[in-house]
């Protein structure tokens, strides 16, 4: 079974930085596209950044675009979550999820399998 476990979170100040990391196991991650969201108290789950766990082909989202990173090790079978300049509108619960394929998505339902979560608190 897939499992992905998120670390990393916690409390920052504003215009600092932060990694986070997302764990994956249970199979092959070759032909899979891996992805972050987040999600803010009384908001919707969004999309922050996706990566294609072959190649080196990825995207974030506009609002974060120039200061979060996505990257990953495949030797450590691992996806991050680079987060610089942090601001008090970033806090929220961010998750990594995973899907099957090579076409990665910005949608929520288009992925499979998600990770527990982890809590990114960013004062001001």
């Known amino acids: 079974q897939v499992q992905l476990v998120e670390s990393g979170g916690g409390l920052v100040q504003a215009g600092g930085s932060l990694r986070l990391s997302c764990a994956a196991s249970?199979?092959?991650?070759?032909?899979?596209?891996m992805a972050w969201f987040r999600q803010a108290p009384g908001k919707e789950r969004g999309f922050v950044a996706v990566?294609?766990?072959?190649?080196?082909?990825?995207n974030v989202a506009d609002s974060v675009k120039g200061r979060f990173t996505i990257s990953k090790d495949n030797a450590k079978n691992t996806v991050y979550l680079q987060m610089s300049s942090l601001k008090p509108e970033d806090t929220a619960v961010y998750y990594c999820?995973?899907?099957?394929?090579?076409?990665?998505?910005?949608?929520?339902?288009?992925?499979?399998?998600w990770g527990q979560g982890t809590q990114v608190t960013v004062s001001s």
């Open positions: 990566i294609r766990w072959s190649g080196t082909s990825a």
């Open positions: 249970g199979r092959t991650f070759s032909n899979y596209v």
């Open positions: 999820a995973a899907k099957y394929g090579s076409n990665w998505s910005a949608r929520e339902y288009d992925y499979d399998y």
